[in-house]
Nanobody
Framework: VQLQASGGGLVQAGGSLRLSCAASGRTFSNYDMGWFRQAPGKELEFGAAIYRGGGNTYYAESVKGRFTISRDNAKNTVYLQMNDLKPEDTAVYYC??????????????????WGQGTLVTVSS
């Protein structure tokens, strides 16, 4: 499956952005989807995940209550709505997909396919 992330940009603290990740090539509904991010000089970290059925969602503590992950299987797209953005949210955001069944939704190594990343910059 090929993943194309979009929607990043420059926003002031307290603002909102919605990231999109469009998938092509395989049956989208067969994949768990995740959003990860990497800030300058830091390691890749988990942000949010949504399982293939769409009923189960998971969030990192740092984004819980501010970010919402969702998916539209008819459009082969997963979204990350980001509200109340903070300067520490500045990072390149990557979407990822996996076919394996695992409870470890937060581990990058469990994901098989990755998008190219989209930059989110939050100014103070």
């Amino acid at each position: 499956v090929q993943l194309q992330a979009s929607g990043g940009g420059l926003v002031q603290a307290g603002g909102s952005l919605r990231l999109s990740c469009a998938a092509s090539g395989r049956t989208f509904s067969n994949y768990d989807m995740g959003w990860f991010r990497q800030a300058p000089g830091k390691e890749l970290e988990f942000g949010a995940a949504i399982y293939r059925g769409g009923g189960n969602t998971y969030y990192a503590e740092s984004v819980k209550g501010r970010f919402t992950i969702s998916r539209d299987n008819a459009k082969n797209t997963v979204y990350l709505q980001m509200n109340d953005l903070k300067p520490e949210d500045t990072a390149v955001y990557y979407c990822a997909a996996r076919t394996r069944y695992s409870d470890n939704y937060y581990r990058p190594s469990d994901y098989d396919y990755w998008g190219q990343g989209t930059l989110v910059t939050v100014s103070s």
